[in-house]
């Protein structure tokens, strides 16, 4: 049997009829046609007005940062249970991760820790520059409660979206709660670029001079001028050709991979001791990754377990991610809670769930964790 991986691009004709015409037009280096109509299709996709087209979701949230003004010696209260690319950014701008553990409602950052942290330090004088909240496995955070305790201080809100295009939160889409809104069209993400991402905002302001920075922070002039430090953040021609073509095809993608959540729950659900990531009531997740939680305790065997057993069979899984106050990069960083996510990470497994798996696929892996369980 061929391998099953965990999260792999799903192509069509489309993606490969707009990549030749962006070849055949010669036009492939930065900027372009397709970088113009690929922020517009975007922007338009998740109803928010400006979108910057960037080299990848990392470059997307250290521009972020930059354009709110966070810099040296500030802190952010930002999601500890993340990929490390959250936090990283932050440390590029030489400010502060504060992390800030999970609600065991959807796993992603709980506003209540947010909400009495930010009543903390006004009392003290001490406010974060921003927040970053992470929409974890494509399921929004609660914007509700931390755009409200948020715009109470003025304190700016930054939505990681990375994983999360295609989601809603109360019938809106990703991407558009915070000042400034993050995706990633990495590889893995459910449509993708190849490599890339983009920053969008309500406020045009924060996008020109995004833009402006991603581009070497050129001035305007005949010869090569700058007043500024600016970064080679823009996305290729090429590539965003790609991603109009992925773009189209998201809701299709989304579908599937709720479809394919919906019948792991119908193999797995039963088991006692497996439960699935929570589904918040606010929402709609795009289910990007579908994720499970082992108890050994119950189960008989653990997560680690599970993974091995799955790997011998040629089928990738992956750990949940390892809460950044965890992580020895982050070690010195102040934390705020910690226990949901540490056992959020030390149950959990992330299972296959890329849109092209068939539900051949999909019983495969299903039956390889029952076997593995003694529950087959």
């Not at 810099?71 to 590029?92: C, H, K, P, Q, R």
């Not at 394919?260 to 990007?288: K, Q, T």
């Not at 965890?326 to 226990?339: M, T």
Request: charged share 20%.
């Amino acid at each position: 049997m061929s391998r099953l991986f965990l999260s792999p691009p799903d192509m069509g004709e489309l993606e490969r009829k707009l990549l030749l015409d962006a070849f055949d037009s010669n036009w492939v280096a930065p900027l372009g046609p397709h970088v113009d109509a690929f922020e517009a299709e975007l922007a338009s996709r998740v109803d928010v007005p400006h979108a910057a087209a960037l080299s990848s979701g990392t470059a997307a949230l250290h521009l972020a940062l930059l354009v709110i003004g966070v810099g040296e010696g500030d802190d952010v209260l930002v999601s500890s249970f993340t990929f490390a690319a959250s936090a990283n950014a932050i440390t590029y701008v030489r400010a502060r991760p504060v992390l800030v553990d999970s609600e065991t409602a959807s796993w992603n950052i709980d506003p209540d820790l947010v909400a009495e942290e930010l009543d903390r330090r006004a009392a003290v004088g001490r406010l974060p520059a921003a927040v970053m909240a992470v929409d974890l496995y494509g399921q929004c955070a609660d914007y509700e409660r931390l755009v409200e305790s948020c715009a109470r201080y003025e304190v700016p809100l930054i939505e990681d979206a990375a994983e999360a295009i295609g989601s809603t939160y109360r019938n809106r889409p990703a991407g558009g709660f915070g000042t400034i809104g993050v995706f990633s069209f990495n590889g893995n993400k459910i449509i993708t670029c190849g490599g890339g991402g983009a920053l969008v905002a309500h406020d045009e302001a924060y996008v020109v001079r995004a833009r402006h920075l991603a581009t070497q922070a050129r001035d305007v002039a005949p010869h090569y001028q700058h007043s500024d430090i600016g970064y080679n953040y823009r996305l290729s021609n090429l590539l965003a050709a790609v991603g109009r073509g992925q773009l189209q095809s998201l809701p299709t993608k989304v579908a599937r991979c709720r479809a394919i959540n919906h019948r792991y729950r119908e193999h797995l659900g039963c088991v006692d001791g497996i439960d699935f990531m929570p589904v918040a009531p606010h929402g709609d997740s795009n289910n990007w990754l579908t994720c499970i939680t082992v108890d050994p305790s119950v189960v008989g065997v653990d997560r680690e377990s599970i993974r091995q057993h799955l790997e011998r069979l040629d089928i990738e899984s992956r750990p949940t991610w390892k809460p950044m106050h965890l992580q020895p990069a982050f070690a010195a960083c102040p934390v705020i809670g910690g226990a949901v996510s540490q056992r959020a990470f030390e149950l959990g497994l992330c299972l296959p769930s890329g849109s092209s798996m068939t539900d051949v696929d999909v019983d495969r892996v299903a039956n390889a964790v029952l076997t593995r369980c003694g529950a087959a």
